[in-house]
């Protein structure tokens, strides 16, 4: 065979991190011209890495890379580009304050001086009009909700003639009716002849959308085959090498009494926008309310209002008996309320180190006399977490930006689960987990639950969300739109009602 | 304690395991741009007819021989660097060292002439920076004026303030280009001067990492969303810095006055300049307290060195601040460039 029935050629590829970290130990990654390939493995297993190698955001420490049979060595990203690599990021790096256009057209002129922004327009329309991938021009990219921006990265590296479109767990994300447009897309680019390697945890979507798969494990290479010969057990085995569990034991509710309450909240964002209008709820020791609902309906609002980021308009918030309508977060916090956000840049300190990015929320437990920080305390909490969630990391003190994305992700939520807060909103707690970890998560939440904690778990992952919960709430432009048990709702009912249409 | 102090040592050595490539290529890149500095001074002085090998000589031997007059020409530089770095951690540009340390100077100096007792003094100076410093932070939290535009015009309006005052309330009887002068008898010595200004660094380290509020002001400035996130408020973060920091530049006022002039001269030529140097000091030493000892230890050795030069030479003044200059701009550019753009990335995010 010739070595052009290949788009990507990785081989031995090895990558030693600065700070000694052995990322990769040889690993070899054959990717075919036009077939959506899925790359698999735990958390910290190296996938990104493998992959910002690809793009040639970082350098392998050895190995040999082609592309479409030619030999490559990249010393950045432009060259990749050149050579036809689009890369989506988990995080994007789109300019948040741009509108959609002038994103575009800035990437255009990144391989283009000379275009024009009617040329970048025109091709986006272009590409829109043959892949379904449809979004507004004239938008703030911040202001869009999250699939909207992913669509506009995708675009954005096809603008660059992309032959070979690499997503990093692009639909971690992203809720089922946008997943599965993203999927339609994605088949379409392939007929177009373009090849796409797509990184996720989810063992269903690599059934659904790949045509073969590789599983990487502790930067090794398990091995490659084609999805069509294997079924979510075997490959499940292939990542961690023990069977994992699909189903959860839950056991019924024992709700006890009202530790939460809000009463009629009304929240207005900077733009002045109402974002939530007018919600009431009351949440009981021992229960798990899900809330469940298209990102950008105001749960971050909801969110942020209940844990005392925002303040409400309109309305009261009652923790534990007590009115804190008034409080700010630390204090809530202090009260035995933990918040964990649906973004890590928003919980995470990127350039400070584990035991730093703990104490975060976890001040007010280690101090001492003279508001002095006992970092040793932090140290004890931080090693607690890293024993409990498995976090793979190099030291306490490796600043948590060079953790693997999952890594993070423990770690954020890790340092709120060993607080064992009273009342607990969590939004997206497994995005970016492994099935070892999400399992592991969704099991914590529950124990939590039955040790008697009142927990709000808002997630766009609808199978989360009606296997974990006791009750569920769909949020629709502000507002509950249905609340009743999770047995009451099918997938079907649900997406229908998080689209705002009530029978 | 030495328990504590134990288990900081181990952090301390952990976190040099971990970070050892990250510590090595930044030695490397201060090493790198000083490399180039001189060499483009070299270059320079080449040109405009000096013999570069003899300036260097003179500067670095000069400048760096006499330990003890070192340390006291240090310990202001020491004190507006810190004034610069503290705020920038909390995401504030602090341009106004140079102010602060002219009223630290004042008053540092009234209180220590009229109560006899420099230490009072040294608390003044430190209490005037800080609320002139905090004066540019209200500004800034409370009615969103951009903390440089104010901190430009402050610088001024303190120069000539302090200027009129020293000759209309403050003069001295004996010689008109001065004003009161403390006895020497209270004055403290060059190496109480260098210690003191070392003491004031080790408790801004101590405060910014060891203590809530300066936990606090860190993650304020790494990242405003994880601070907002964890409740804590940001105007109470950029207050807080402003104020240490401005305190601090006060304070290195004051140990001008306490341990070299004892008094203020009428063009302020002994204090003009050195809040500007501050930036300098605190962008070579990396925004750590520790490093600004260093950093400032360095700078004056230059400055001094570069007096050397002009007084064995003859060269005029701006030969000397230009080498000085081109030296200090390489040395800081890498890491000055790193902080911009973070800073511009930033900016898109809010
Ligand atoms: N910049 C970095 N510096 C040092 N080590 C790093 C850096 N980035 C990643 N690592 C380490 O390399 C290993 C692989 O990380 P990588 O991000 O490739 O994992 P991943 O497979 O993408 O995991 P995840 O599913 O959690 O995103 C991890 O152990 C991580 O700690
Ligand atoms: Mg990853």
Redesign the pocket.
Known sequence: MTSNEYAVEMRGIVKV???G?V?LKGVDFLVKRGEIHGLL?E???????LMRILYGEIKPTRGEIRVFGKKVSFRGPWDAIREGIGMVYQHFTLVPAFTVKENLYLSLLSVNPKARLSDAISKADKIAEETGLRIPYDEIVEELPIGVQQRVEIIKALLRDARILILDEPTSVLTPIEVRDLFKALRKLRDMGITIIFIT?KLKEVKEITDRVTVLRKGKLVGTVETSKVDVKTLARMMVQREVVFKIEKKPAKPGEVVLEARDIHVIDEEGVERVKGISFQLRKGEILGVAGVQGNGQRELAEALAGIRRVSKGRIILRGKDVTGYNAYQRYMKGLAYVPDSRGTGLIPDMNLVENTALTNLYRILGWARRIKWDRAVEITSRVIRELEV???SLYAPIK??????QQKVMVGREIVREPDVFIVAEPTQ?L?VAATEFIRKTLLRLRDNGKAILLISTDLDEVLQLSDRLAVIYEGRFLAMGRPEEFTIEKLGLIMGGIRE | MSEALESWFKGFLEQVRIRKRQYLLGALEIVLSALTGFLVAALILYFIGYDPWYIFEIMLTYGFSDLGYLGTRAAPLIMTGLAFSIPLLAGVFNIGGESQLYMGALLGLYVAYVTHNVWLGLIAGFIAGALWGGLIAALRVYRGINEVITAIMLNWTAYYTIIYIILVYLPNPKQSHLSIQLPVSEMISYGETFTLAVVGALIAYFILYYTDIGYKIRVSGANPRSAVYAGFNPKTAIMASMLLGGGLAGYGGTLIIAGVTGSIDTTMSTLFGLGFTGIGVGLLGRNHPIGIIFSGLFFAGLIIGGQWVELLTGAPPYVTDTITGIIVIALSMPYAYRLLMNYVGRLGKK
């Open positions: 991190y600065p700070d970290v990322a493995g958390n910290g297993a190296g996938k990104t890495t945890h793979v990391a190099p060079h953790l693997s994305g999952g890594n970016g492994d």
